[in-house]
């Protein structure tokens, strides 16, 4: 069973950053594909940023410039480092295992002066 936990969300005004973790317990981390998702309040679940083993990224359109996925695989993390933040960004940000049913229980980001 693979078991991932988020943290680093909170509160940021627009412009600011902040910078989301996702530990992953398991042995075989450094095989996954990783993903960032997020989910806005009355919208659907939506694909951010994806990593693969061999350190491949991919973004989605909306924060092309101003994300950043990286992972340690010494630490079976994931992270995403989310700058230039707007209010559209406010969402549950959670990390999964790319093609399996493997969830984080994700974390709050809110953008808001």
């Known amino acids: 069973q693979v078991q991932l936990v988020e943290s680093g969300g909170g509160l940021v005004q627009p412009g600011g950053s902040l910078r989301l973790s996702c530990a992953v317990s398991?042995?075989?981390?450094?095989?996954?594909?990783m993903g960032w998702y997020r989910r806005a309040p009355g919208k659907q679940r939506e694909l951010v940023a994806v990593?693969?083993?061999?350190?491949?990224?991919n973004y989605a359109d909306s924060v092309k410039g101003r994300f950043t996925i990286s992972r340690d695989n010494a630490k079976n993390t994931v992270y995403l480092q989310m700058n230039s933040l707007k209010p559209e960004d406010t969402a549950v940000y959670y990390c999964?295992?790319?093609?399996?049913?493997?969830w984080g229980q994700g974390t709050q980001v809110t953008v808001s002066s």
């Open positions: 999964g295992v790319v093609g399996t049913g493997y």
């Open positions: 398991g042995s075989i981390f450094s095989i996954y594909t």
């Open positions: 990593i693969t083993s061999g350190g491949q990224t």
